[in-house]
Structures are given as C-alpha cells and as structure tokens.
C-alpha cells in the first residue's frame, strides 16, 4: 500500500486513502522510536528539497529543514522575494526548473491552484505545506499525535473551534478518512464550505464517521475526545483580524469548555497561538495540552511521507536533449 505512495504529490488530506494515512504514521512512529537508525541510514544522502515560501513559518521551515538535515539531505529555503512567484517567473516554469535540481518541492502559497499548478507541471513530487485552501502536513502531524496518546483514530471523536479555514477543511477530510466522528464550531458565517462539508460527509460514509457543523462551542465540545484550534484570522486575513476578534468572541478553548470534554480529552493546536483570543494560554499548559508533541510530530510525519513518495530513487529524469 505504502508502494503506492511512490512519487505521488500530497496536495490534500483527500488524495491519502485510509490505509496510507495508517501507512505513513506507522513509519512516522517507527523512525521516531529509533532517530539513530533513520541518521545512519541517511535515506535522502545527495537529495534535495526545494521550499517555497509565500508567507511566514516557524513549524514547516524548521521541521522540514532538520527533518532533511537528519535523513541526509538538504533543504533549500526559498523565500517571497528570492523567487517572486508568478510575478519575476511563471508558476510553470519554476515547477520545471526545480524539477530538474530538487528531489522533492515542498511549498506554502495563498491559493490552493498556486500548488496545483506546481504539481501539474513538475516532474517531482509537490507537499502542500500551506495554502488557502488546506494544511495536509498539520493534520499527518495531529492524527499522529491523537494516534500516539488515544491508541487510536477511528471512533473517536473530535471537535474544532473556531474558524472554517484551511486546517479544518483538512481536519475534516482527514477524520473523515479514518472513521473519527468530528464537530465543527464556527461563528455564522465562518463554518467550512458546504461543498467541503458534503465531501467530508461523503468520504465519512465510508468509515462510519459523524460530520457535523455547529454554532455553539459547547455543543461541539461535549464529550469530545480532543479539543482543536486554530487562529481567528489567518495569514493573509491581516485586516480582518479587528473585525473577526469581535465576531469570533466565545470561540475560545477555555478551562470552562474543557471541562465539557471527557476527563483524557486531548487539546490541540497547530499554533503559533494568540492566547487570550482562540485559546487560553493555562489550557495549552495543562496535562490535557499536547501541542508541543504535535509540533515535533510535523517533522516525524513529514520524513515519512518524505521516504514514501521519494525514498528510493524513483526521479524522472528530464528529457535528455541528444
Ligand atoms: N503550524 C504551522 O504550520 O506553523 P508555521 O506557520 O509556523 O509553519
Ligand atoms: N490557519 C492558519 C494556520 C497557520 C499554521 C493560517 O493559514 O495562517
């Protein structure tokens, strides 16, 4: 299954079935558990990933930079100015270029047909780290860490407040894909899309999980095995961010809505974090918390889906002008 895997590109939670979600965190496990092992093999010795980057970023950079650094590669950190996206160069043409220098390109763009396009035109495997749209690298990272604390995904069952952005849509299609039961609770206006909620509804048939979208945070929280959240204004929503403040009051993880959840129920987020707004700066220090476990598994599933798309030398070659 995992084989299948092989020079794929990861634009969305809904281009992984549900085996190779399980595929992907079992190898994230494994080369976790031994670090040593996944140094000394140095899967991706001579290789390189490419990184793009339209905006900010601790977690992605570092996680992906040392994640290469470990496994014997090297990351190149492309940023806004050095290669003007669209503007100094053609999104098509930069696909092209990098393929012919970089075994993996990794980018984190505004829209999501900004990681499209790049994936239509390489020749090498595309990782969405970003966009407007979805966060697929977050989510491996979360389902890893409920997976390590819970034992366990399907039948769980999971609340997001806050925001319908582009975390939830994927935390949407990812509970979906592995049968865990999941509740959105968004302000009116600000719930994921009906066609992203129609999806996820339609891949959950096949898993048997419960997708629903609310507009109270209580009724979202209660009962709730883990607890997630996210910004109220996202990158590239700098200006909205006065007005959102006012309309996303309340949807806050606070003690008080903790206390809804089940005694073990995880908190999560994928941060950076504003405390006092999405969430209350002692829920992310209490035992509950493990969004600092979440933050280390984004390098741990990213080396693993990093050694099944290009673990072997599977590069198509460019074409050879003789
Ligand atoms: N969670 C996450 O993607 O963090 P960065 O924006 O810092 O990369
Ligand atoms: N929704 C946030 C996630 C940051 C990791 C954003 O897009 O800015």
């Given at each position: 299954m995992a084989a299948s895997l092989h020079g794929r590109s990861l634009?969305?939670?809904?281009?992984?079935s549900r085996e190779e979600i399980h595929a992907i965190l079992d190898l994230a496990a494994a080369q976790k558990r031994d670090l040593a092992a996944l140094r000394r093999s140095?899967?991706?010795?001579g290789r390189t990933l490419a990184m793009i980057f339209q905006k900010p970023s601790l977690r992605t950079r570092v996680s992906f930079e040392t994640g290469m650094t470990l496994m014997g590669g090297h990351a190149i950190y492309l940023s806004p100015?050095?290669?003007?996206?669209?503007?100094?160069?053609?999104t098509e043409d930069i696909a092209l270029v990098l393929s012919r220098y970089a075994d993996i390109i990794m980018a984190r763009v505004f829209g999501h047909s900004i990681v499209a396009d790049l994936a239509r035109h390489a020749t090498v495997p595309v990782i969405n780290g970003l966009s407007d749209f979805e966060h697929p690298c977050q989510i491996l990272a979360d389902l890893l860490t409920v997976r390590e604390r819970k034992?366990?995904?399907?039948?769980l069952c999971g609340a997001y407040i806050g925001d319908g952005n582009n975390v939830a849509n994927s935390l949407l299609f990812g509970a979906a894909r592995v049968g865990m039961n999941f509740t959105v609770a968004s302000p009116p206006g600000f719930e994921p899309t009906a066609p992203v909620v129609a999806e996820a509804r339609k891949m959950a048939a096949a898993t048997g999980a419960k997708i629903q979208v609310v507009n109270n945070p209580a009724d979202a929280a209660r009962g709730a095995d883990m607890l997630y959240t996210d910004v109220w204004a996202s990158m590239g929503q700098e200006s909205e961010a006065a007005a959102r403040r006012e309309k996303f009051r309340g949807f806050q993880i606070d003690m008080p809505l903790l206390k809804?959840?089940?005694?073990?129920a995880l908190v999560l987020h994928c941060l950076p974090a504003h405390y006092g707004e999405e969430i209350a700066y002692d829920v992310t220090r209490?035992?509950?918390?493990a969004i600092f476990d979440q933050a280390e598994n984004r390098m741990h599933a990213q080396n693993a889906l990093m050694t099944l798309i290009a673990?072997?030398?599977h590069r198509k070659e460019g074409k050879d002008p003789r």
């Open positions: 634009l969305s939670m809904r281009d992984l140095a899967p991706f010795c100015a050095d290669i003007k996206l669209g503007e100094r160069e053609s034992g366990k995904l399907e039948g809804l959840a089940r005694p073990d209490s035992p509950n918390s673990g072997d030398s």
